[in-house]
């Protein structure tokens, strides 16, 4: 019997994922953000033409199994796919092609009616990057490298599972399972850090990879709410915290709604630790149904951006639902 699957990653700019100096391009047009990948994926090279996203990884293998349940053969598919830069100044426009680096296929590992395919693909912008770096030689000319490293266990009853396991800093990475449905995120992207280290020996390409910080996807409710947030007539006010902050108290008078834009929130009731959330999250809305005190407590697990708006000025029942997957969630929660 033959088994076939797969998981993608895609990479992409979220709009304000850029501090600093570094945004001028952005800012007078020059370069874009992203729009955001779509919650699946049928047909990458679709995806591709429409400048969807920046690079993309796609682990696909497959295996052979005999009668007896053994793994008698054990192969690649896919690999990177990487995009253009088009730089804009006025009615001109120039496309930079991306350099793509070879792709890192580690030898499948076997187990226990198993076997784990680890894959890495990704590259750097044609567009040049003057910048000053942390070592030697301390100039760069290239654009630093962006990656992701995939991994992808499949079993000799057919099942798959597949995971986000290295990832540089910059940009955002959305993973795709074998279906094509959207399942995780990287948690927290670090432009500046990607942006002075990201070259030579600290890439997988030197032998040195990141660990990816990966959170769940946030519901179909939760992205609608968000666009809310962000675009309603509350203008979200948009914080930054450090690792260890606490956002909100359990037992404090208040009732803004927080979507986390980047990093990951923890949070707390009576000091036990219930659950992480991630970009794209909504949380802080039980305070606003019941009464205005808050329930539990939100701290930083690492750098965050936040954006909040008075609860009141999104829908009540939607924060009731929203509310309603929360709890739910918090119980399930080690």
């Known amino acids: 019997m033959k088994y076939q699957s797969s998981v993608t990653s895609l990479s992409w700019i979220p709009s304000e994922a850029i501090q600093g100096g570094t945004r001028l391009p952005f800012d007078v047009g020059m370069a874009h953000y992203d729009q955001a990948p779509p919650d699946r994926v049928d047909d990458l090279d679709a995806?591709?033409?429409?400048?969807?996203?920046?690079?993309?990884?796609?682990?696909?293998?497959?295996?052979?199994?005999?009668a007896s349940g053994e793994i008698t053969a054990a192969s690649y598919t896919g690999g990177g796919m990487i995009g253009s830069t088009t730089v804009k100044l006025g009615p001109v426009s120039k496309v930079f092609e991306a350099v793509a680096l070879p792709d890192i296929k580690v030898k499948p590992v076997y187990g226990d009616g198993w076997v784990r395919f680890t894959q890495t693909a990704g590259g750097r912008t044609g567009m040049p990057a003057p910048r000053r770096v942390r070592r030697?030689?301390?100039?760069?000319?290239?654009?630093?490298?962006?990656?992701?490293?995939?991994?992808?266990?499949?079993?000799?009853?057919?099942?798959?599972?597949?995971a986000l396991v290295g990832a540089s800093r910059f940009p955002r990475h959305w993973v795709y399972d074998g279906d094509g449905q959207l399942s995780a995120k990287s948690g927290l992207i670090d432009f500046n850090d990607w942006y002075r280290k990201s070259f030579g020996k600290q890439?997988?390409?030197g032998h040195q990879d990141s660990d990816a910080?990966?959170?769940?996807?946030?519901?179909?409710l939760e992205r609608n709410l968000s666009h809310k947030l962000m675009a309603g007539a509350a203008k979200p006010r948009i914080k930054k915290v450090k690792p260890g902050t606490v956002l909100v108290a359990q037992g404090e008078q208040s009732s803004d709604v927080f979507l986390i834009l980047d990093g990951v929130l923890r949070v707390e009731v009576d000091g036990?630790?219930?659950?992480?959330?991630?970009?794209?999250?909504?949380?802080?809305?039980?305070?606003?149904?019941?009464?205005?005190?808050?329930?539990?407590?939100?701290?930083a697990v690492t750098d965050c951006r936040v954006a909040s708006?008075?609860?009141?000025?999104?829908?009540r029942e939607a924060l009731t639902e929203l509310s309603s997957g929360h709890r739910r969630e918090d119980s399930n929660a080690d």
């Open 136 to 162: 030697a030689p301390f100039i760069q000319w290239q654009a630093p490298l962006a990656w992701t490293t995939l991994t992808l266990t499949m079993y000799t009853d057919g099942r798959s599972s597949g």
């Open 203 to 205: 890439t997988p390409w």
């Open 309 to 315: 708006v008075p609860a009141e000025s999104l829908d």
């Open 47 to 66: 995806l591709r033409r429409e400048d969807r996203f920046r690079f993309a990884n796609r682990l696909s293998a497959s295996i052979q199994v005999n």
């Open 213 to 220: 910080f990966v959170t769940t996807v946030e519901t179909a």
């Open 272 to 299: 036990t630790r219930l659950a992480e959330y991630g970009p794209g999250a909504l949380l802080g809305e039980r305070a606003h149904l019941e009464g205005g005190t808050r329930t539990s407590t939100l701290v």
